[in-house]
Nanobody, 114 residues
Framework: VQLQASGGGTVQPGGSLRLSCVASGGSFINMGWYRQAPGKQRELVANMASDGSTDYADSVKGRFAISRDYAKRAVYLQMNSLKPEDTGVYYC???????????WGTGTLVTVSS
C-alpha cells in the first residue's frame, strides 16, 4: 500500500489550503494527518475513523476539517485560518482494517508566512 499526499504550498497567514492523500489499495480503520515542524516531534493533526468519528489537535479545532472518500481510499484536510505555527511537513497516515498495519505517506510541505 502506498499513500500519496499532495496539496501543500506557501500561503499567507489567514489563508487556506486543502491537502489530499490517496491510497493505492486496501481498506482502513483510521486515516489521518500528522505534521512535523522544524525541530519538533511529529504530532497528530486530525484523524477520522471508519465510523466517521474524528479527533483533532486542540491547536487546529475550529480551523481544520478532515474528511474521507471511502470509494477513492482518500483522506482530505481542509485547513483554514492558517497560522505561522501551522508550518511543517504534513504526512498522511492510514491503519489497515485486516492487518492493523499503519502506513505513512509522502510528506507535503505547508509554509505559512507573510
Amino acid at each position: 500500500v502506498q499513500l500519496q499526499a499532495s496539496g501543500g504550498g506557501t500561503v499567507q497567514p489567514g489563508g487556506s489550503l486543502r491537502l489530499s492523500c490517496v491510497a493505492s489499495g486496501g481498506s482502513f480503520i483510521n486515516m489521518g494527518w500528522y505534521r512535523q515542524a522544524p525541530g519538533k516531534q511529529r504530532e497528530l493533526v486530525a484523524n477520522m475513523a471508519s465510523d466517521g468519528s474524528t479527533d483533532y489537535a486542540d491547536s487546529v479545532k475550529g480551523r481544520f476539517a478532515i474528511s474521507r472518500d471511502y470509494a477513492k481510499r482518500a483522506v482530505y484536510l481542509q485547513m483554514n485560518s492558517l497560522k505561522p505555527e501551522d508550518t511543517g511537513v504534513y504526512y498522511c497516515n492510514a491503519q489497515r482494517i485486516i492487518t492493523q498495519v499503519v502506513y505513512w505517506g509522502t510528506g507535503t510541505l505547508v509554509t505559512v508566512s507573510s
